[in-house]
Structures are given as structure tokens and as C-alpha cells.
């Protein structure tokens, strides 16, 4: 499989960055500096930015398995087995059942504490794992444009390495807008 180091390296992505964060938690003496009113950071707000990145890796992860393993099935080599086929397309929908759903209901509830004005919008840790999953994502699309370049070179292009490259581009952009819009959430009745 083609991009068999790209989903050993993403797993590996997010561990390293929430090792970092959690260290970063840890050692960091100065508190964030907070608008007036809006309370401080404080742990439960760091488990649920922590929690909500974590699904969104896994949510991107199991679009992406989903993605790479409709494709085989929709156009098979004649090397392919069947039951490798079927049981990535159970992963990625295992994966998206499960995480999706905790996924929504953590960004909308954290999106309606910093409007309401509950958690801090400028948290260092939110605006680091913000960073970091765009920084992932870069990395993955990057990762993705060498491989297309250079099946192309090789005059190996087919229909399933384009479904899966243009199905792991649509899914990093998603989740790269996402992140984008999630940095411009502010207070009601914020100054811009």
C-alpha cells in the first residue's frame, strides 16, 4: 500500500503532540493572560481541547482508511486480498462511528463556552493544538503532492492512487478549514 508510512506517521504525529502539550502544561510557570471576565484556563478546559483534537486525528485518520480502502475495493489489483480490503473499510467506519459523534459534541460545546465566554479563547494550549494540527495537515498534503508527483513520473498513475490522493487531499483541506475557523472564535461582544 502506498501510503502505508503516511498512517504510520500521522499516529505518531498526534502522540508527539500531545506529549508535547501535556509537558508544556506541566512546565509552564506563567499562567495565560486572559481578557477581563473570561476565567482562566483551568484543567478541564486543557482534557477537553485535548480530547477534541484527539478525535479530530482519529475522525481525519478513519476518513482517510475509509477513503484508501473504498478505493482498492472499487478498483482492485489483481494482487489485492479481499479480506484486507473489507476489514480497512471496518476500521475506517469503526473509527468514525465511534470518534465522530464525541468529535461534534466536544467542538460545539467548547465553541459555546468561548462565545458565552466560559473558557478562554486565547489559551496558549487551544491556539498549540490549533497550530499543531494545521502543522500535520501541511506535512500530510505535502507528503501526499511528493507521492502523486512522483507515481506520475514513474507513468504509474491509475484510478485507484487518484481516488486515494484526491481523497486524502479533500480530507486534510476539511480539517485545515476547520482549524482555520476554529481560531477565529471569540466572545460575544468581543472587539475584533
Keep these: 500500500m502506498q501510503f502505508a508510512f503516511l498512517f504510520a506517521l500521522i499516529p505518531l504525529l498526534v502522540l508527539g503532540g500531545i506529549v508535547a502539550a501535556v509537558v508544556a502544561i506541566v512546565s509552564h510557570v506563567r499562567r495565560d493572560k486572559t481578557q477581563p ?27 482517510i482508511v475509509l477513503v484508501a480502502s473504498l478505493a482498492e475495493v472499487l478498483f482492485p489489483a489483481d494482487s489485492d486480498f479481499q479480506d484486507a480490503n473489507t476489514s480497512a473499510t471496518r476500521i475506517g467506519i469503526s473509527m468514525l462511528v465511534v470518534a465522530f459523534p464525541v468529535f461534534l459534541y466536544l467542538s460545539n460545546d467548547i465553541r459555546k463556552k468561548i462565545r458565552r465566554g466560559d473558557m478562554d479563547p486565547s489559551s496558549s494550549l487551544r491556539h498549540s493544538l490549533i497550530y499543531f494540527t494545521m502543522f500535520v495537515l501541511t506535512m500530510t498534503v505535502m507528503i501526499d503532492l511528493i507521492l502523486a508527483v512522483h507515481t506520475f ?40
Design 153 to 192: 513520473l514513474k507513468g504509474e498513475i491509475t484510478a485507484r492512487f487518484a481516488v486515494k490522493a484526491l481523497g486524502a487531499l479533500a480530507v486534510a483541506g476539511g480539517v485545515y478549514a476547520y482549524s482555520s475557523s476554529d481560531l477565529k472564535i471569540e466572545p460575544i461582544g468581543a472587539v475584533l
Design 37 to 63: 471576565g473570561v476565567p482562566k484556563g483551568t484543567p478541564r478546559d486543557s482534557f477537553l481541547y485535548l480530547l477534541s483534537t484527539f478525535t479530530l486525528f482519529v475522525c481525519a485518520i478513519g476518513a
